[in-house]
């Protein structure tokens, strides 16, 4: 099965977004067994959506689009492919009560611009939005198929997981499975090098992919069914880890390094708690983006300024006075400080500069202290990372979980 | 003058990177006055890169190219231009010169891939790589233009910074200028129901873009340079102000709600903290995002748990036994307790379900309640959002910002 994907928005002719959906799809895609051989982006043109709607089924079996599905006037894209196939456009009742009954409880009068949300190409297959008022469809005529989605990237993702991937896997035939193995602290020219030899396969395939602080290494192998090729997969994934060591933190595209910690966390029965300066946040706020944080997480502190170090958390103010907020030894009492007032069988901080501006005494910016504090006693590292202000904070946020990780399997 | 992009690359399409080159040309296209229809992407295959080449050539005046100018061997759009208008690859001395102290410079050994890249069809105008080996050309044949620019996004907004933007700047004359207006507050349609008659002029022209709990309202004008486009815009924006009154919060593509609500506070020398429950920590991080956030932020707590929120905020116990912790009466205690004991100016506060679970007392998944404590009083908001936790969470964290912006500008 040969696919491609046909964006429309004039926001991204405008450059004011990049093309994420068509990037999620694509790996999808990939994921899936399904050849995609070319994306299309045009604007929110009539004529435009047409011609390139017809020249990408010219080429494939089923082109995926994305976008056009809005409210307003200039959302046409289901409108473009009923035209294609010289179908009526018909009102889906049931989507209609949907968009009503969600309008409603967002509090939003029904507009008549929302009753266009509830029409589709006669015959298509409805599939509903469970995150806002745009359901998509798949079109099926003249031997090829449109699958519509809509824009937004969390829409268009809930659609695609629950609604699409199952459709398409029934028409797939061809079965790759991937593994992806999540490696924290090597980078990825180093990773390269601890593993060039097993690159040289072309079923199983190894890749890496490079995300902030950490790299994703990809085993992926064709065969018939998802056994068959699992068991490619199992011989190559054993000798990654053996090389890798505990550098492996977890597996799997939605793994994430607070998760490696929640699990671990849970399921030793026990909590965390966080101090959080230059991350100002950002620790809490991904361990709570865990569903079930609430069994590990009962509560955790900002302390920006110094003298909330000393208040909230109990930093001496000689601490502060002779090393300064940004040093071992105030990460140190930080993290002992949050464990002791909360309770906590694990309390991580962070105190760096993440810019723009690096410390008065010359300390550079991306220099931060984190500390992991529990019952055995208290582990700091001082990080000196690259980057943007944003990314400095990230990187700081993921070595924290990772520290904590480390400490709770040693 | 029409353009359209064409991107080379498997990665592409194997939705290992997002299309970030097509989106920082299609920006600085549009700035420039140029008029953009489409983007395509192919992956590294000869056949398929001429095939879109030539259909892109079809359509547009220009066509700008993005990737496969590397050292390897499935790097061929310089290769698949040349072949299109029939045209000779040739060696360019003083680029293979400038690679060659590329590579002496980083340590690289020289090798025979690398004089590839000093190869172009002949008659090219040759666009050096400040940044890399690979440099780009743009190639005027048969009435038409192919600017073949390099993949690493580094690479390419320097060449086209410094040497494409110039050549296109000479061959347009137009200049197109546009204002973003950031809409908090207002869905998309009810939007478009309010401008509507806005929407139907050619020049300057109004657009809507949805974001997570915003909408962007976009005011474009093409003219003969960016004052006289500015003179047009800014009746169209006034018009749209007066509309939509206090929902405008900022202007411009780089603003956000917590941008705004910060400089807000900075410029009355307030401060602000938090009291998070279903966020976990999200507000303290956006706003710890901004730069120069310590003004404004001494201190902020995650009180996930009841039990935190009693002993941090003083919460009182029978406010969480007879209303739960989900609640007006509790956001509001949260809020003032942690305005208290602070001693912030304002204090904001947030406690809900953000799924996947809701309430056992069948309170929905979606229901988040906000308080904004100041000393005029406190101001609590029930809010009911729809979607994953994550989206629950960013528009709840969103919500906040934005009633703290509107409490202040009381």
């Not at 300064?324 to 309390?347: F, H, K, L, N, Y």
């Not at 019952?375 to 990187?395: N, S, Y």
Request: glycine share 10%; aromatic share 6%; net charge negative.
């Amino acid at each position: 099965m040969i696919a491609e994907i046909l964006s429309v928005g004039t926001e991204l002719l405008m450059g004011q977004i990049a093309n994420t959906d068509a990037q999620y799809v694509s790996r999808r895609l990939a994921e899936l067994g399904v050849a995609l051989y070319r994306h299309t982006a045009v604007g929110d043109n009539p004529a435009r959506v047409k011609e390139a709607l017809g020249e990408a089924l010219s080429r494939a079996d089923i082109v995926i689009t994305t976008g056009g599905l809005g409210p307003t006037e200039d959302d046409l894209t289901k409108e473009m492919v009923a035209e294609y196939f010289g179908l009526e456009m018909q009102l889906h009742r049931p989507s209609l009560e949907a968009i009503e009954a969600f309008m409603a409880r967002v509090g939003h009068p029904m507009g008549e611009n929302n009753r266009k949300q509830a029409y589709f190409p006669v015959g298509a297959l409805i599939l509903p939005n469970a995150c806002g008022t745009a359901p998509g469809c798949v079109v099926e005529a003249q031997g090829k198929a449109v699958a519509v989605l809509p824009g937004p990237p969390h829409e268009l993702k809930d659609m695609f997981e629950k609604q699409l991937a199952p459709w398409l896997a029934r028409r797939s035939g061809a079965h790759i499975e991937s593994r992806f193995l999540r490696v924290f602290g090597i980078g990825e020219s180093r990773l390269e090098t601890m593993l060039k030899d097993l690159f040289h396969t072309d079923n199983p395939t190894l890749a890496l992919y490079c995300g902030p602080g950490e790299v994703q290494a990809r085993v992926s192998a064709l065969a018939k069914d998802a056994d068959a090729a699992r068991a490619m997969i199992a011989p190559l994934e054993a000798e990654i880890r053996r090389r890798l060591g505990d550098a492996v933190y977890g597996e799997g595209a939605d793994c994430s390094i607070e998760k490696t910690a929640f699990t671990l966390l849970k399921s030793r029965g026990e909590t965390v708690t966080f101090a959080e300066s230059c991350t100002g946040g950002l620790l809490a706020a991904r361990l709570v983006g865990v569903p079930g944080a609430s069994e590990v997480l009962g509560e955790s502190h900002v302390t920006y300024a110094d003298a909330a170090k000393a208040r909230v958390l109990g930093v001496k103010p000689e601490t502060l006075e002779r090393y300064t907020a940004v040093s071992a030894e105030c990460a140190r009492e930080m993290a002992e400080g949050a464990r002791r007032i909360s309770g906590a069988d694990w309390a991580v901080s962070t105190t760096g500069y993440a810019g723009p501006d690096g410390g008065a005494d010359g300390t550079p910016v991306g220099t931060v202290f984190i500390a992991v504090a529990g019952k055995h006693g208290t582990q700091v590292k001082e990080c000196h990372f690259r980057g943007q202000r944003a990314f400095i904070r990230t990187l700081a946020a993921s070595w924290g979980f990772n520290m904590l990780r480390l400490e709770m399997e040693k």
